[in-house]
């Protein structure tokens, strides 16, 4: 099962045919092309699949012959496919939720929205449920008015999101935030099973905006009536076991059913009754949103039928902005060496590779930072990115 996070922007990867070097003697300029010629195949590189985590720079390496089996011309087109994010705020409308409404009203416009206003995405907020006061005059917040309740509500979240599909976008990220008491009884949680939720999003209207499990196009949040992570401001990551305390100052149970659909989709999970904290909590969700639908800066290698990756160190990389401006460059040694341009990065880890059954390499092209600025402001921009056989 893929996790949300690594479908949610895609890079087209465009490659054509590939040749290996031979001990023939290098050819003129003018067949050139015949080098640069490229891999007839199309495949899908997923946007968030490379893991940072201490690479090792390394300079492009000198144009000697290599060995047959690294030498390969390939061209490789990265098109920018920006995703919009639409978040969902589910509310209980019940009287006794009036607190966690007026924080939420109290947080929304100065954390979550300003947050996404800074990054410059394409984003909609949609309340449905308890009234909350809106932001003043912003054409991308709405407001479902619906009945929301807390018992049984994994059975009817399905519904409830049913309710905002006239202003959701089919492709964007859905980051859902579910506010619940968890239909406080001192006996214990009434909110129903993650089994009802999976199969009520199984309706095909659903499954066409929110995608299936295999490949899902949403994340869950929950604030419940669980304890606190330590700091208190701290939303419990993924990574964290279901929590079973329960918070104090509001009656709520800690709606471990929805807890673990959160874990599940790579949502938070925050205490209901941390009020002056929501601002935090949105914060933390307007980030890992944010991630999620930002555009990359690093590029894998595609894989050449044969099973061979070209070599990095021999990449040209072609920069065209929407206003028709085109600038090609060759790799830095690395960071250090960046004003404009790129530069290779070897033996980097990654979880996942390109679609279609290919693995992916352990080598990337990362763009200096300059250049990746220029390219998530420039809402047409593409990057070619060119791998050949060294010359002679």
């Not at 905006?209 to 604030?223: A, K, L, N, Q, S």
Request: negative net charge.
């Amino acid at each position: 099962m893929t996790h949300p996070s690594l479908k949610f922007l895609s890079i087209a990867l465009l490659s054509s045919a590939a040749f290996a070097c031979t001990d023939a003697p290098p050819p003129p300029s003018d067949a050139r092309s015949d080098r640069d010629a490229a891999l007839d195949a199309t495949a899908f590189m997923d946007a968030m699949a490379v893991d940072v985590a201490a690479p090792s720079d390394v300079a492009p390496r000198e144009a000697a012959a290599p060995n047959d089996s690294s030498c390969a011309s390939v061209a490789a087109m990265a098109s920018v496919v920006r995703r919009p994010l639409d978040v969902i705020v589910v509310v209980d409308s019940s009287p006794s939720f009036d607190r966690p409404r007026a924080a939420i009203s109290s947080t929304l416009a100065s954390s979550l929205i300003r947050a996404l206003e800074a990054a410059s995405v394409d984003y909609r907020v949609v309340v449905v449920g308890g009234a909350i006061t809106a932001p003043p005059l912003n054409p991308r917040y709405f407001s479902v008015s619906e009945g929301v309740g807390s018992t049984d509500l994994l059975r009817s979240l399905p519904g409830y999101l049913r309710r905002t599909l006239p202003v959701l976008r089919r492709e964007s990220l859905k980051a859902v935030m579910d506010f619940t008491d968890d239909g406080w009884l001192p006996s214990g949680s009434v909110l129903g099973t993650r089994s009802q939720f999976y199969m009520g999003m199984t309706a095909p209207d659903l499954v066409e905006y929110f995608g299936t499990m295999e490949d899902r196009r949403y994340v869950v949040h929950t604030v419940a009536g669980l304890s606190a992570n330590m700091p208190s401001s701290a939303p419990w990551p993924p990574s964290a076991p279901v929590v079973n305390g329960m918070c104090s100052g509001f009656a709520a149970n800690p709606a471990v059913e929805l807890q673990s659909l959160s874990i599940e989709t790579g949502g938070y999970r925050f205490p209901l009754c941390n009020f002056a904290e929501y601002s935090q909590l949105f914060d933390a969700v307007a980030a890992q949103a944010i991630s999620n639908v930002r555009v990359p800066c690093d590029f894998g290698v595609p894989m050449l039928s044969d099973g061979r990756t070209p070599d990095i160190g021999y990449a040209r990389m072609q920069l065209t902005l929407e206003d028709g401006t085109s600038s090609t460059s060759l790799p830095l040694a690395n960071m250090a060496a960046c004003g404009d341009g790129f530069y290779p990065v070897r033996g980097v880890s990654s979880d996942a590779g390109v679609d279609g059954g290919a693995s992916s390499s352990s080598d990337i092209v990362r763009l200096c930072p300059s250049t990746c600025a220029r390219l998530r402001a420039d809402p047409r921009a593409s990057v070619r990115f060119t791998f050949e056989c060294p010359p002679g």
